[in-house]
C-alpha cells in the first residue's frame, strides 16, 4: 500500500513558475513507476509526466514537453513536478500517482492516487 500527498499548488500568473512535491509513504515507493497526471474543469482527467522507479526514465505529454520537468528522490520518497512558464491552460487540479509496474505505467494505469492539489494560472 503507498499513500500519497500532494503540495506546492496554488495561484501564479501566466510565464510564472510553480514547484509541485509528492510525498509517499511505504518502503517500496522506489519499486513504483510514478506520474503526475491533471484534470481540468469540465475536462477528463489526463496524463502530464511520469519517470521511471529508477529516476532515468522520464516522460511527458506534448504540450508541456521543454516546461515541466518531472523527478524524484527515492531517499526522501518523494517526487517532483517543476513547472516552467505556465500557461492558463495548465490551470487544473494535479494529481500525484503510482503504478504497480512498468506495463501497467505505460499504459496509463495508475493503482494509488493522491487527493491532488489545485494549479491556477491567470492570464
Known amino acids: 500500500q503507498v499513500q500519497l500527498v500532494e503540495s506546492g499548488g496554488g495561484l501564479v500568473q501566466a510565464g510564472g513558475s510553480l514547484s509541485l512535491s509528492c510525498a509517499a509513504s511505504?518502503?517500496?515507493?522506489?519499486?513504483?513507476?510514478m506520474g503526475w497526471l491533471r484534470q481540468a474543469p469540465g475536462k477528463e482527467r489526463e496524463f502530464v509526466a511520469r519517470?521511471?522507479?529508477?529516476?532515468?526514465?522520464?516522460f511527458y505529454t506534448d504540450s508541456v514537453k521543454g516546461r515541466f520537468t518531472i523527478s524524484r528522490d527515492n531517499a526522501k520518497n518523494t517526487v517532483y513536478l517543476q513547472m516552467n512558464n505556465l500557461k492558463p491552460e495548465d490551470t487544473a487540479v494535479y494529481y500525484c500517482?503510482?503504478?504497480?509496474?512498468?506495463?501497467?505505467?505505460?499504459?496509463?494505469?495508475?493503482?494509488?492516487w493522491g487527493q491532488g492539489t489545485q494549479v491556477t494560472v491567470s492570464s
Open positions: 500517482a503510482a503504478s504497480k509496474s512498468v506495463l501497467r505505467a505505460t499504459s496509463g494505469l495508475y493503482d494509488y
Open positions: 511505504g518502503r517500496t515507493f522506489s519499486s513504483f513507476p
Open positions: 519517470v521511471s522507479w529508477g529516476g532515468s526514465t522520464t
